[in-house]
């Protein structure tokens, strides 16, 4: 890996945990962006679906079901947009779950650089076993 490579997963990194600051939730704010071409092509947090109250738990502090994943929703802009994630990369401040693994494959995403490993690897294994490139990068 290129030191300019390193300078801009850096970079883009800093940026997705600046966008997490959006979430509305409390236990977790998580951000991340898609890269294709040297270009950020999407954007996405964790939060409730458009239209629905911005409260990610409930009174008991218990993430509800309906919560998107950064990563989903920042997936799932590219879907409406004119734009695709193919062999795009993912950046991201948590390392994605087992069930946005599947769609980050099914995007084309050919690299996921994360910040901080989530509590279940089963996602980041998955995407590895699959041929995704991943870097894991703790230091900004």
Request: glycine letters at 6%.
């Amino acid at each position: 890996m290129s030191k300019k490579q390193e300078k801009y997963d850096k970079a883009y990194l800093r940026m997705a945990k600046e966008w997490a600051k959006l979430s509305h939730c409390k236990r977790k704010q998580v951000g991340a962006l898609i890269v294709k071409n040297n270009t950020i092509i999407s954007d996405g947090y964790n939060g409730t679906p458009s239209g629905f109250t911005n409260a990610c738990e409930d009174e008991d502090g218990n993430t509800h079901w309906y919560v998107l994943h950064a990563e989903a929703n920042a997936l799932l802009k590219v879907v409406r947009s004119t734009q695709n994630a193919e062999d795009g990369t993912l950046y991201i401040t948590l390392s994605p779950c087992k069930e946005c693994s599947k769609l980050i494959i099914q995007a084309g995403i050919k690299r996921v650089v994360y910040q901080n490993e989530y509590k279940d690897t089963a996602g980041i294994d998955f995407l590895k076993d699959f041929g995704i490139e991943i870097k894991h990068i703790e230091e900004l």
